[in-house]
């Protein structure tokens, strides 16, 4: 079943995020990916996350589909313009790429390459009104398409605002359903009861929410994303059971797998894995969370 089909069905969701490789060897990337086929739904492959040079998102997903993965491509207006977009969005469409994300894309001062100059010729919502566009059969000029493209389309949901921050966030949501957004994945969930009190506000009959896992390597790390990224809260008991058990890697799988069957049981419409270098280990933290 594809993922637009399983999201529609409201059946649980299960994506995995793979970085495709800096460079043109994709062996490891197919390997990652065939070992949890038949698990996943689709495999999102993000567009050079945090600035760092990498395959892009189309090559990644084309190398994928053609392997037999449903992937889930990134769109970022980081880097293109409306033509370029547009150009890539119709190439995917018609390599049998079914499912797109809009994203900002990161700030590439922070990257490999601070000395490269975003585009931002639109922003987000302009983004996705591009592609409910070009899903009526124009482009931006207004001109008709020979076929139109179709997908499921996502994109992004800060769940770690607050105050007036909270109340953009949710009015942006409310645009992004008018312009056709069927799911939105989530900034990485650690705080499962912080995570209830955002989700009360969201009627999530109205568009899929899939919360990010994020596996964690060590209590260093988790230390630095609860210290250093203003909208990730980790739990103190997190970082503590991570530091005090004699397998760190172990219980890092198994808190990942905990934060899954949670969501699960919240009735939460998927969730999409990002284990950071770790893919090998994604068969263990489905294994961990009953997948």
Same mark, same amino acid.
């Given at each position: 079943?594809?993922?637009?089909?399983?999201?529609?069905?409201?059946?649980?969701?299960?994506?995995?995020?793979?970085?495709?490789?800096?460079?043109?060897?994709?062996?490891?990337f197919?390997?990652?990916?065939?070992?949890?086929?038949?698990?996943?739904?689709?495999?999102?492959?993000?567009?050079?996350?945090?600035?760092?040079l990498?395959?892009?998102?189309?090559?990644?997903c084309?190398?994928?589909?053609?392997?037999?993965?449903?992937?889930?491509?990134?769109?970022?207006? %980081?880097?293109? @313009?409306? #033509?370029? +977009?547009?150009?890539?969005?119709?190439?995917?469409?018609? &390599?049998?790429?079914?499912?797109v =994300?809009?994203?900002?894309?990161?700030?590439?001062?922070?990257?490999?390459?601070?000395?490269? %100059?975003?585009? @931002?010729? #639109?922003? +987000?919502?302009?983004?996705?009104?591009?592609?409910?566009? &070009?899903?009526?059969?124009?482009? =931006?000029?207004?001109?008709?398409?020979?076929?139109?493209?179709?997908?499921?389309?996502?994109?992004?949901?800060?769940?770690?605002?607050?105050?007036?921050?909270?109340?953009?966030?949710?009015?942006? &949501?409310?645009?992004?359903?008018?312009?056709?957004v069927?799911?939105?994945?989530?900034?990485?969930?650690?705080?499962?009861?912080?995570?209830?009190?955002?989700?009360?506000?969201?009627?999530?009959?109205q568009?899929?929410?899939?919360?990010?896992?994020?596996?964690?390597?060590?209590?260093?790390?988790?230390r630095?994303?609860?210290?250093?990224?203003?909208?990730?809260?980790?739990?103190?008991?997190?970082?503590?059971?991570?530091?005090?058990?004699?397998?760190?890697?172990?219980?890092?799988?198994?808190?990942?797998?905990?934060?899954?069957?949670?969501?699960?049981?919240?009735?939460?419409?998927?969730?999409?894995?990002?284990?950071?270098?770790?893919?090998?280990?994604?068969?263990?933290?489905?294994?961990?969370?009953?997948?």
């Amino acid at each position: 079943m594809q993922l637009n089909d399983k999201i529609r069905s409201g059946q649980f969701v299960v994506l995995g995020e793979f970085e495709p490789p800096k460079g043109i060897d994709f062996g490891g990337f197919l390997k990652n990916a065939d070992l949890v086929k038949g698990r996943l739904d689709a495999v999102v492959v993000p567009e050079m996350a945090n600035g760092v040079l990498k395959a892009s998102s189309l090559g990644g997903c084309a190398f994928l589909q053609s392997h037999g993965t449903e992937t889930v491509l990134q769109i970022c207006h %980081r880097d293109r @313009n409306r #033509l370029a +977009l547009q150009a890539d969005i119709l190439a995917a469409s018609a &390599l049998g790429i079914s499912n797109v =994300m809009a994203v900002p894309g990161d700030d590439i001062r922070f990257g490999d390459h601070p000395q490269a %100059r975003a585009v @931002n010729d #639109l922003n +987000l919502l302009d983004l996705l009104q591009l592609l409910k566009t &070009l899903q009526e059969g124009k482009d =931006m000029a207004g001109i008709e398409l020979a076929g139109k493209p179709q997908f499921c389309t996502g994109s992004l949901l800060n769940t770690g605002a607050s105050g007036g921050l909270l109340d953009m966030e949710l009015d942006n &949501l409310d645009q992004m359903i008018r312009l056709g957004v069927r799911f939105v994945i989530t900034t990485p969930v650690f705080d499962i009861h912080r995570f209830q009190q955002f989700i009360k506000r969201i009627n999530t009959l109205q568009v899929a929410v899939i919360p990010t896992i994020l596996l964690l390597k060590s209590a260093g790390m988790a230390r630095y994303i609860d210290r250093n990224m203003k909208h990730i809260n980790i739990p103190p008991e997190t970082i503590r059971e991570i530091q005090k058990a004699p397998d760190k890697p172990k219980k890092c799988i198994q808190i990942a797998g905990e934060l899954i069957r949670q969501l699960k049981a919240l009735g939460m419409a998927g969730v999409m894995i990002s284990t950071v270098g770790w893919e090998d280990k994604l068969p263990q933290v489905l294994s961990e969370a009953k997948l």
